[in-house]
């Protein structure tokens, strides 16, 4: 059975993982997400996630298959965004970051489950309106969230966690 909390220290190491595991993939040319190793994200990301109270993970019995931050906090670059919503009250949005399923564990509906667990904590948090954002060269993320609702509103062109050129899609969705 797999569940979603809020990580802890032991799962670190295994967030981690996951990251060595996409990056490994991309280098290998077996996906396209646009990170590079070393830069982002790395072992840090996850931890300043995890001391901030802000990562969480899912677990299938012991093991981390998937795990993302979720917070509050809008990054710079979403201020280039054409918002469906721009007038959206800053304590009513909820942000996911760095969602990542590990790729020994893909298509088996993480990614999926992973984004309506944020869908379902931030209406328990009072926020109805929920931002994401991704590369553009991540064509299965864009995929996901377009399947799962959310609306792209716009691509910024930015230097984003430390990598160059992003082409930063900027997503969100309202819920009622």
């Known amino acids: 059975m797999d569940r979603i909390q809020k990580a802890a220290y032991s799962d670190i190491s295994q967030v981690a993982q996951i990251y060595e595991h996409i990056l490994d993939k991309e280098e290998q040319g077996e996906t396209t997400i646009g990170w590079i190793r070393g ?3 790395t072992k840090r990301t996850a931890l300043e996630a995890l001391e901030a109270g802000e990562l969480f993970v899912m677990l299938q019995d012991e093991t981390v298959v998937a795990a993302a931050k979720i917070n509050q906090s809008q990054v710079p670059e979403y201020k280039y965004a054409s918002w469906k919503y721009p007038d959206a009250p800053e304590d009513q949005v909820m942000v996911l970051h760095t969602l990542v399923v590990d790729p020994a564990f893909s298509g088996k509906g993480y990614g999926t489950e992973f984004v309506s667990f944020y869908e379902e904590y931030a209406l328990k948090h ?3 309106y ?3 954002d991704t590369n553009a060269r991540n064509l ?3 995929r996901l969230y377009k399947h799962l609702g959310y609306r792209e509103a716009g691509i910024v062109s930015c230097i ?3 990598i160059p050129d ?11």
């Open 130 to 132: 929920l931002r994401m």
């Open 39 to 41: 830069v982002y994200p």
């Open 160 to 162: 984003f966690n430390g």
């Open 126 to 128: 009072h926020c109805h």
């Open 166 to 176: 992003v082409q930063l899609v900027c997503l969100e969705k309202l819920l009622k």
């Open 140 to 142: 299965a993320a864009r």
